[in-house]
Nanobody
């Protein structure tokens, strides 16, 4: 079973930056590399949403709300996905998770997430 561990969150002022990491274990690097991976977030009282994804070929997609501010990347050898977040806004406040993204369903298990709070 896949285990996902997110890290790198914290409290940051509006306009600041954070870099999130998500390490996968329980799977081979080959299996990791063939899957599209994504970063999701869930704000209080809202549904979890996909904010960025990266395919096995490195193609990226972003939600309109983060386009131009967030950058997703991956290291298949380390089985890690990153999310560089710049120009953070209060509305980016949420718990951030990583998991497999479309077209296949998620891995079925989720990590604990990492809290991002943007506030002055």
């Amino acid at each position: 079973q896949v285990q996902l561990v997110e890290s790198g969150g914290g409290l940051v002022q509006p306009g600041g930056s954070l870099r999130l990491s998500c390490a996968a274990s329980g799977i081979s690097s080959i299996f990791f590399s063939i899957n599209t991976m994504g970063w999701y977030r869930q704000a209080p009282g809202k549904q979890r949403e996909l904010v960025a994804s990266i395919s096995n070929k490195g193609s990226t997609n972003y939600a309109d709300s983060v386009k131009g501010r967030f950058t997703i990347s991956r290291d298949n050898v380390e089985k890690t996905v990153y999310l560089q977040m710049n120009s953070l806004k209060p509305e980016d406040t949420a718990v951030y998770y990583c998991n497999r993204a479309g077209p296949l369903p998620d891995f079925g298990s989720w990590g604990q997430g990492t809290q991002v709070t943007v506030s002055s």
